[in-house]
């Protein structure tokens, strides 16, 4: 199984800053991970697949780096409604697998 | 507009069964790999199972194998996924998931609201 670890667990930052989140895999993944963000009492959202590509209707802002085993999810300007949980997520192998989340939080 | 419903969720008794559904619209559902995925109460995601296109492939999670079965009818355009020998381990919002892409094989881009499934005596 592909272990995927997010880091940090949680990022406190105010509106305005850039946010860099980090997932990395035990095993090469290729470009086939995604990100996720999930906000409280709602399904996830998919904001960038395939490592770099951003899914419809998702912002400029976000943009996803990375291939292999290291990833990252760039939030280039914090808006308010971007506070919430993100996730990585590989489809190299099965099972596919999440990581653990990070949780975005207003400082 | 493109949706995914689910249905069927509720409380349980460990060691019981309970089987779930998913409507889906507005999208060619045949065209679609569909997944389940569930999230216990405060914890992350975890992916359940998938099956492909045409129902013959099929992915568990080693967690649920040989207790829970994914299927679907394209004339119907649904997902289910059965769920026995219960513990209190399952109890989670199971989502419907959507795999996008040319293949129909990729990241989750469509997911239902989720459907709670306690389980608990």
């Known amino acids: 199984e592909i272990v995927l670890t997010q880091s940090p667990a949680t990022l406190s930052l105010s509106p305005g800053e850039r946010a860099t989140l980090s997932c990395r895999a035990s095993?090469?993944?290729?470009?086939?991970l995604a990100w996720y963000q999930q906000k409280p009492g709602q399904a996830p959202r998919l904001l960038i697949f395939?490592?770099?590509n951003r899914a419809t209707g998702i912002p400029a802002r976000f943009s996803g780096s990375g291939s292999g085993t290291d990833f990252t999810l760039t939030i280039s300007s914090l808006e308010p409604e971007d506070f919430a949980v993100y996730y990585c997520?590989?489809?190299?192998?099965?099972?596919?697998?999440f990581g653990g989340g990070t949780k975005v939080e207003v400082k | 507009e493109v949706q995914l419903v689910e249905s069927g969720g509720g409380l349980v008794q460990p060691g019981g069964s309970l089987g779930l559904s998913c409507a889906a619209s507005?999208?060619?559902?045949?065209?679609?790999?569909m997944s389940w995925v569930r999230q216990a109460p405060g914890k992350g995601l975890e992916w359940v199972a998938s099956?492909?296109?045409?129902?013959?492939?099929?992915h568990y999670v080693d967690s649920v194998k040989g207790r829970f079965t994914i299927s679907r009818d394209n004339a119907k355009n649904s997902l289910y996924l059965q769920m026995d020998s219960l513990t209190a381990e399952d109890t989670a919002v199971y989502y419907c998931?959507?795999?996008?892409?040319?293949?129909?094989?990729?990241?989750?881009?469509?997911w239902g609201q989720g459907t709670m499934v306690p389980v608990s005596s």
């Open positions: 095993q090469s993944v290729g470009s086939l």
């Open positions: 099956i492909g296109q045409d129902g013959s492939e099929k």
């Open positions: 998931a959507r795999r996008g892409g040319a293949t129909g094989w990729g990241a989750f881009d469509i």
């Open positions: 395939d490592a770099s």
């Open positions: 507005g999208f060619t559902f045949s065209s679609h790999c």
């Open positions: 997520q590989q489809r190299s192998k099965w099972p596919l697998t």
